[in-house]
């Protein structure tokens, strides 16, 4: 009898929760009965509520089985789990869990399904189909094939990738590069990270299909240093892909040369920041550089520089194998395509949904998640990262559509949903992200630097109830500052949460107790 | 790990795996944390003179990363994210949990253990996290925290 092959993800959230120890669990009792199993370390499908999720192939189907412990193991072995019987914590076939088929799987299509670090499964899975494709269209074909999908950077800022590629293939150089940003730090997402660990090779093809388009044969890839994991997943992808000739000189004999180098961050939030990032690609302090110009024209060494974000890049290949207008088919307005929400916090079923823009923060919370975990009422949802503004339980009908979010004073920024129940004091968060600022500025301007630990002293005033009118004003007059007047992101939109606490829960500051 | 690990034949040897390029400073630097748990001012020093940087370049590079420590570590490393999906399901309660359990305050630490925030382990769908000598570890309650940390808790 062939060996019976059973999933357990190596990702980070379900290693966090046990996979590894059920994966060993699993291994032992195969051995102790005498049973050929295959075990294979996927990647995650993102419903990080079921994790530990481990499959079973039985037939043409993967049955799944959510929550395993490896106390459970022997129990799941006992009610024939090679065959996929019947056990409590039996799912059903995977393709068939309504909270996953409910998706629009673009850029995440291969996360879970596949051996990530499998070529031969990649390759079984349309693994280089898009590179082999544009070798055959050209880089004019590939670049307004990106424009014409309506492609926007999927990092937070929105910026249409078509017109950034264009602009680093007009401009003249020596020398190119491309930056994919994996400094993934707003809290509440982890699509990169699920992405680079789940399906590897998609990364390293669209960052081949981005140098090709461009005229770049550097790749650099900078990875946060807090995902361990992550690292040896990518590293080691690296390395198969180039023993197999996908990185390299020549590649697959297309005449094309490109490579990419690994380097980590040191745990420094605004290094996400794009010109931060290429400041500590150079190997220096993560400082914000002035723009313009603009790292498209001058970029990494001085050089025209693709920075993007690692979905924007594995939403590429998708594109040239189904059709830009069949990504333009998604989403609404100027927002298309999907977007990976992650959902996360106070919520029932966290994980990530990969869904067309268009969708309500209701539809996400509510249908997906199920609601608060604690089982509570929604207070505040932050949505975007510590950057992002925190919207009342009122507001959960707005679409997420870049332009309709920036309508209410709020981002989409990472596609990141944090939400919390009606524990939660919102001074205290206001007070935070002033916190956070002063903790990750890189300190280059005053209205960051500076104004982010007044703003933290004024909030104290207020939470302690000391004049609190005055400095009200004080604050608000603190955020027009900083977000006029810094000079990236970091100060600019740290008064968001800020001003959406005054605007929504201002009574929270009279209940703080202590912060 | 103390001052006395370094070794500056090892150093060089760092150096010029990632090729004596400047850089490569913040790669270098991560490597020698990995190798020798701290950047003493010896590694400083020596980074400046190899790359050919001033010293107040290196120093600089070395303050600005949370994850660049100028002293030696201690034997174990807790981190509690501090982030706001963890504030969301109770890392400030989780946190004084720690500190009373470790016997240590956040951002302090004795021979045995430090204890730090960490600002988002992207565990933000199984949150509370906490990493344990670089290990992440998610859906954390007070009870999960005192397994992770028994092999060590109350050594210092």
């Given at each position: 009898?062939?060996?019976?092959?059973?999933?357990?993800?190596?990702?980070?959230?379900?290693?966090?929760?046990?996979?590894?120890?059920?994966?060993?669990?699993?291994?032992?009792?195969?051995?102790?009965?005498?049973?050929?199993?295959?075990?294979?370390?996927?990647g995650?499908?993102?419903?990080?509520?079921?994790?530990?999720?481990?499959?079973?192939?039985?037939?043409?189907?993967?049955?799944?089985?959510?929550?395993?412990?490896?106390?459970?193991?022997?129990?799941?072995?006992?009610?024939?789990?090679?065959?996929?019987?019947?056990?409590?914590?039996?799912?059903?076939?995977?393709?068939?869990?309504?909270?996953?088929?409910?998706?629009?799987?673009w850029a995440f299509w291969r996360c879970?399904l596949i051996d990530p670090l499998s070529l031969a499964d990649f390759r079984a899975h349309q693994g280089f189909k898009a590179l082999e494709k544009a070798f055959e269209i050209g880089p004019d074909a590939v670049i307004t094939a990106v424009a014409d999908s309506g492609l926007?950077g999927r990092?937070?800022?929105?910026?249409p990738t078509g017109i950034k590629w264009r602009t680093v293939a007009d401009t003249p150089a020596d020398q190119k590069y491309i930056a994919a940003n994996a400094?993934?730090?707003?809290?509440?997402?982890?699509?990169d990270?699920?992405l680079m660990e789940g399906d590897p090779f998609g990364l390293i093809e669209s960052m081949a299909i981005a140098g090709y388009a461009v005229g770049a044969n550097r790749g650099y890839f900078y990875l946060?240093?807090?995902?361990?994991?992550?690292?040896?997943v990518f590293s080691r992808a690296l390395d198969l892909a180039r023993e197999a000739g996908w990185l390299g000189r020549n590649i697959q004999g297309s005449g094309f040369d490109f490579d990419i180098e690994l380097h980590?961050?040191?745990?420094?939030?605004?290094?996400?920041?794009?010109?931060?990032?290429l400041?500590?690609l150079?190997?220096?302090?993560?400082?914000?550089?002035?723009?313009?110009?603009?790292p498209a024209i001058?970029g990494l060494f001085g050089k025209p520089t693709v920075v993007n974000n690692v979905v924007t890049l594995t939403s590429v290949p998708n594109i040239l194998n189904l059709g830009a207008e069949r990504h333009a088919?998604?989403?609404?307005?100027?927002?298309?395509g999907?977007?990976?929400?992650?959902?996360?916090?106070?919520?029932?079923?966290?994980?990530?949904?990969?869904?067309?823009?268009?969708?309500?923060?209701?539809?996400?919370?509510?249908?997906?998640?199920?609601?608060?975990?604690?089982?509570?009422?929604?207070?505040?949802?932050?949505?975007?990262?510590?950057?992002?503004?925190?919207?009342?339980?009122?507001?959960?009908?707005?679409?997420?559509?870049?332009?309709?979010?920036?309508?209410?004073?709020?981002?989409?920024?990472?596609?990141?949903?944090?939400?919390?129940?009606?524990?939660?004091?919102?001074?205290?968060?206001?007070?935070?992200?002033?916190?956070?600022?002063?903790?990750?500025?890189?300190?280059?301007?005053?209205?960051?630097?500076?104004?982010?630990?007044?703003?933290?002293?004024?909030?104290?005033?207020?939470?302690?109830?000391?004049?609190?009118?005055?400095?009200?004003?004080?604050?608000?007059?603190?955020?027009?500052?900083?977000?006029?007047?810094?000079?990236?992101?970091?100060?600019?939109?740290?008064?968001?949460?800020?001003?959406?606490?005054?605007?929504?829960?201002?009574?929270?500051?009279?209940?703080?107790?202590?912060? | 790990?103390?001052?006395?690990?370094?070794?500056?034949?090892?150093?060089?040897?760092?150096?010029?795996?990632?090729g004596?390029?400047?850089?490569?400073?913040?790669?270098?630097?991560?490597?020698?944390?990995?190798?020798?748990?701290?950047?003493?001012?010896?590694?400083?020093?020596?980074?400046?003179?190899?790359?050919?940087?001033?010293?107040?370049?290196?120093?600089?590079?070395?303050?600005?990363?949370?994850?660049?420590?100028?002293?030696?570590?201690?034997?174990?490393?807790?981190?509690?994210?501090?982030?706001?999906?963890?504030?969301?399901?109770?890392?400030?309660?989780?946190?004084?949990?720690?500190?009373?359990?470790?016997?240590?305050?956040?951002?302090?630490?004795?021979?045995?253990?430090?204890?730090?925030?960490?600002?988002?382990?992207?565990?933000?769908?199984?949150?509370?996290?906490?990493?344990?000598?670089?290990?992440?570890?998610?859906?954390?309650?007070?009870?999960?925290?005192?397994?992770?940390?028994?092999?060590?808790?109350?050594?210092?």
């Amino acid at each position: 009898m062939a060996a019976v092959r059973i999933y357990v993800p190596r990702e980070t959230a379900a290693v966090s929760v046990g996979a590894d120890e059920v994966a060993l669990a699993i291994a032992r009792q195969a051995k102790e009965t005498g049973t050929a199993i295959e075990l294979v370390r996927n990647g995650s499908w993102g419903a990080t509520w079921l994790e530990p999720l481990i499959e079973v192939a039985v037939g043409d189907k993967r049955i799944a089985y959510g929550n395993v412990t490896p106390a459970d193991v022997p129990d799941l072995f006992k009610a024939g789990l090679l065959s996929g019987g019947k056990h409590d914590k039996r799912l059903g076939p995977v393709n068939e869990i309504p909270w996953l088929i409910d998706q629009d799987r673009w850029a995440f299509w291969r996360c879970g399904l596949i051996d990530p670090l499998s070529l031969a499964d990649f390759r079984a899975h349309q693994g280089f189909k898009a590179l082999e494709k544009a070798f055959e269209i050209g880089p004019d074909a590939v670049i307004t094939a990106v424009a014409d999908s309506g492609l926007r950077g999927r990092g937070g800022a929105g910026f249409p990738t078509g017109i950034k590629w264009r602009t680093v293939a007009d401009t003249p150089a020596d020398q190119k590069y491309i930056a994919a940003n994996a400094d993934e730090g707003d809290s509440g997402t982890f699509s990169d990270r699920m992405l680079m660990e789940g399906d590897p090779f998609g990364l390293i093809e669209s960052m081949a299909i981005a140098g090709y388009a461009v005229g770049a044969n550097r790749g650099y890839f900078y990875l946060r240093s807090e995902y361990p994991l992550t690292k040896l997943v990518f590293s080691r992808a690296l390395d198969l892909a180039r023993e197999a000739g996908w990185l390299g000189r020549n590649i697959q004999g297309s005449g094309f040369d490109f490579d990419i180098e690994l380097h980590l961050g040191a745990g420094s939030y605004v290094c996400g920041e794009e010109t931060a990032m290429l400041e500590s690609l150079e190997g220096k302090k993560g400082i914000v550089r002035y723009k313009p110009p603009v790292p498209a024209i001058e970029g990494l060494f001085g050089k025209p520089t693709v920075v993007n974000n690692v979905v924007t890049l594995t939403s590429v290949p998708n594109i040239l194998n189904l059709g830009a207008e069949r990504h333009a088919a998604y989403g609404v307005n100027r927002s298309k395509g999907t977007l990976a929400f992650q959902l996360s916090g106070n919520i029932r079923r966290g994980g990530l949904v990969e869904k067309a823009f268009g969708i309500t923060l209701r539809e996400l919370i509510e249908d997906f998640g199920g609601g608060t975990a604690s089982g509570r009422q929604v207070k505040a949802v932050q949505v975007g990262g510590p950057l992002g503004a925190y919207l009342p339980a009122e507001q959960l009908d707005t679409p997420l559509d870049y332009e309709a979010f920036i309508a209410i004073g709020a981002m989409i920024g990472h596609g990141g949903i944090v939400v919390f129940d009606d524990t939660v004091n919102m001074a205290q968060q206001a007070r935070f992200a002033m916190e956070f600022c002063a903790i990750e500025s890189c300190g280059k301007c005053t209205p960051c630097r500076i104004g982010s630990t007044r703003g933290v002293e004024v909030i104290d005033r207020m939470i302690a109830g000391e004049d609190r009118e005055a400095n009200y004003d004080l604050l608000v007059e603190l955020c027009d500052t900083m977000e006029g007047a810094s000079l990236c992101a970091m100060g600019g939109m740290t008064p968001f949460p800020v001003r959406s606490v005054l605007k929504y829960f201002a009574e929270d500051f009279s209940s703080a107790v202590g912060a | 790990m103390t001052a006395d690990t370094y070794d500056s034949q090892a150093a060089s040897e760092i150096v010029e795996r990632f090729g004596n390029r400047p850089e490569m400073l913040v790669q270098i630097l991560l490597a020698f944390m990995d190798r020798f748990g701290w950047i003493s001012e010896q590694a400083i020093r020596q980074l400046a003179d190899e790359l050919n940087l001033s010293r107040a370049d290196v120093h600089g590079v070395v303050s600005f990363y949370h994850d660049l420590r100028t002293t030696p570590p201690a034997r174990h490393a807790v981190k509690v994210c501090q982030a706001e999906a963890c504030q969301a399901m109770g890392c400030r309660g989780l946190t004084s949990h720690a500190e009373k359990t470790l016997g240590v305050a956040m951002n302090a630490g004795n021979e045995s253990v430090t204890l730090e925030p960490v600002y988002c382990l992207g565990l933000c769908a199984c949150s509370p996290a906490v990493m344990v000598d670089g290990k992440p570890y998610g859906r954390v309650d007070p009870a999960r925290f005192d397994a992770l940390v028994a092999p060590f808790a109350g050594d210092g």
